[in-house]
């Protein structure tokens, strides 16, 4: 119908992010028609308003109706930013306990420049995070847009080093016929021990030792250690004492 209404004007806001429903369509101008007009777009329902929102980027079909019922119609597209991606590769912990994990995020797609967080508050423009303790965490990729996506990822660490020992004390006061006894549990592949921190045997039993404080040290096949302090300790010195009671006659005999 050439009397019926027609959309002269239009204007849209993209969605913000991908895969969003935030994009908006206004009609800002309609010629012709009768009476009251009213908006609807991709066959849903008539409104007062000439502002379209909740909108998914791609094509949307805007009609226009006047009160008699007559219509007329506009085809807009409206955008949307590419999809963030990431992949986080997580360098797990050296040893037990140790602040020594890392994350590494490559990521791209978005707009502007990305910032990456491992608290989802403080960001960073480096894809690196050092100094991690072993857990659980959420990657967030974060783009000039404030659009974001998250990765989740755990770091781990080896089991701990227990140490155990006992110690087998000096019989004698001065002597060196101590000995140490330990055992070691978890850590990664073979266990060695030393009571010097410097030579290392295989075995736990320490021999030939004199009293002492030792620093006993577990080593696994990484280098990550286990130390306990243990005392080897020894009897007091004997301790002797005389009393002396002269001859009273010369040749006498009860001295």
Request: aromatic share 8%; glycine share 14%.
């Amino acid at each position: 119908d050439s009397d019926g209404p027609v959309i002269a004007g239009i204007t849209s806001t993209d969605v913000t992010c991908n895969g969003g429903n935030d994009g908006t369509i206004t009609v800002t101008l309609v010629t012709g028609g009768t009476g009251t007009i009213e908006y609807s777009v991709d066959g849903g329902s008539y409104q007062a308003s000439n502002v379209l929102t909740g909108l998914e980027a791609g094509n949307h079909l805007v009609v226009v109706r006047d009160q008699n019922g007559c219509t007329g119609e506009f085809t807009i597209q409206l955008f949307e930013p590419s999809a963030i991606s990431a992949i986080v590769t997580a360098s797990n912990v050296f040893c037990f306990g140790s602040a020594t994990g890392s994350l590494s995020v490559v990521a791209g797609g978005g707009q502007g420049t990305l910032a990456y967080s491992i608290d989802g508050v403080n960001f960073q423009s480096t894809p690196q995070f050092n100094n991690l303790t072993a857990g659980t965490y959420t990657v967030t990729v974060k783009d000039a847009g404030q659009c974001s996506v998250q990765v989740v990822v755990t770091i781990t660490q080896p089991n701990a080093i227990g140490l155990f020992a006992g110690a087998l004390n000096v019989s004698c006061n001065g002597g060196s016929d101590g000995a140490i006894n330990a055992t070691a549990i978890g850590g990664t592949g073979m266990i060695l021990y030393s009571v010097d921190g410097i030579n290392w045997q295989t075995s736990g039993f320490f021999s030939n030792l004199g009293a002492a404080d030792y620093e006993l040290y577990a080593q696994d096949a990484t280098g990550c250690t286990r130390n306990i302090t243990i005392t080897v300790f020894e009897p007091d010195a004997l301790i002797t004492s005389s009393i002396v009671s002269n001859v009273s006659c010369i040749r006498g005999d009860n001295g």
